[in-house]
T-cell receptor
Framework: NAGVTQTPKFQVLKTGQSMTLQCAQD?????MSWYRQDPGMGLRLIHY???????DQGEVPNGYNVSRSTTEDFPLRLLSAAPSQTSVYFC?????????FGPGTRLTVT | KQEVTQIPAALSVPEGENLVLNCSFT??????LQWFRQDPGKGLTSLLL?????REQTSGRLNASLDKSSGRSTLYIAASQPGDSATYLC???????????FGKGTTLSVSS
């Protein structure tokens, strides 16, 4: 199993550009989630999903959209990137209340 | 609203010391609690998962305890080594075990 994979590893965007961060898991986990990590802030929950077609907001959802059309994939969309969205983004899936994290995407918005 | 606090924010110890990292949470109705390790610029490595019905878990030199009634968890590291230097994150499950709420972490430095 590849576990949780994320692409790209690094990305630089200009303010106002849009992009999608990809996340996939091959463990057939129902629950998936997105976090952002900023210096000194720990990880904060952006959005999560409890299954295909079901998503909900976390602690910091503004500026981000998600959808879950399949069990395997949970993309995170930035419709109009802002410098405040410069961060490291982690995707995770969970099973039996244990979380498994992807390697992260480092995003810089200039 | 669930909040997770970790104390201290940073800790420096000489090699060989036993140490305790603290984690507290405001809502005792948690599902599970998970401790992670993060090296600089890297992803998260799961260290220990404590189910809500358990009081502790052990893995090698690590022991994590959970006291739901007081809203506390501790991570005990025995005989610390320079390779233990990292940031340690505590997290509790949010809403029926779907996703995690994290503390800000404790950055540990072990000198040789």
């Amino acid at each position: 199993n590849a576990g949780v994979t994320q692409t790209p590893k690094f990305q630089v965007l200009k303010t106002g550009q849009s992009m999608t961060l990809q996340c996939a898991q091959d463990m057939n986990h129902e629950y998936m989630s997105w976090y952002r990590q900023d210096p000194g802030m720990g990880l904060r929950l952006i959005h999560y999903s409890v299954g295909a077609g079901i998503t909900d907001q976390g602690e910091v959802p503004n500026g981000y959209n998600v959808s879950r059309s399949t069990t395997e994939d949970f993309p995170l969309r930035l419709l109009s990137a802002a410098p405040s969205q410069t961060s490291v983004y982690f995707c995770a899936s969970s099973y039996l209340n244990e979380q498994y994290f992807g390697p992260g995407t480092r995003l810089t918005v200039t | 609203k669930q909040e997770v606090t970790q104390i201290p924010a940073a800790l420096s110890v000489p090699e060989g010391e036993n140490l305790v990292l603290n984690c507290s949470f405001t809502d005792s109705a948690i599902y599970n609690l998970q401790w992670f390790r993060q090296d600089p610029g890297k992803g998260l490595t799961s260290l220990l998962l404590i189910q809500s019905s358990q009081r502790e878990q052990t893995s090698g030199r690590l022991n994590a305890s959970l006291d739901k009634s007081s809203g506390r968890s501790t991570l005990y590291i025995a005989a610390s080594q320079p390779g233990d230097s990292a940031t340690y994150l505590c997290a509790v499950f949010y809403q029926a075990g779907t996703a995690l709420i994290f503390g800000k972490g404790t950055t540990l430095s072990v000198s040789s």
